[in-house]
Nanobody, 127 residues
Framework: QVQLVESGGGLVQAGDSLRLSCAAS????????MGWFRQAPGKEREFVAA????????NYADSVKGRFTISRENAKNTLYLQMNSLKPEDTAVYYC????????????????????WGQGTQVTVSS
């Protein structure tokens, strides 16, 4: 079983940038697709971005396309989410997740593809 720990959240102003990290330990996370999801108060958890195990394929929600970039360093078992041009509507708890299907060649954008989740990190964007 893999364990995931997110970091890098905080309080920023609109237009600022943040980089989230997700450190993985346990089973070999480098052979699994990874994803970022977020949940705002009173809303359902939603997909943000995903990356295939090799890093060769990425997938983004329309709301973050062009502003957020997902990447991974398999040698460090770490997943990243670079968030630029942040907006108040990006305010949420951000979760990283590991795919339940090893060596999937693509990057799934639905939560049921993932079976391991971190505890989340809060991102707050003030206007």
């Amino acid at each position: 079983q893999v364990q995931l720990v997110e970091s890098g959240g905080g309080l920023v102003q609109a237009g600022d940038s943040l980089r989230l990290s997700c450190a993985a330990s346990g089973r070999t996370s480098s052979t699994y697709a990874m994803g970022w999801f977020r949940q705002a108060p009173g809303k359902e958890r939603e997909f943000v971005a995903a990356i295939s195990w090799s890093g060769g394929k990425t997938n983004y929600a329309d709301s973050v396309k062009g502003r957020f970039t997902i990447s991974r360093e398999n040698a460090k078992n770490t997943l990243y989410l670079q968030m630029n041009s942040l907006k108040p509507e990006d305010t949420a708890v951000y979760y990283c997740a590991a795919d339940k299907n090893p060596s999937r060649s693509w990057a799934p954008g639905f939560s049921t593809a993932y079976d391991t989740w971190g505890q989340g990190t809060q991102v707050t964007v003030s206007s």
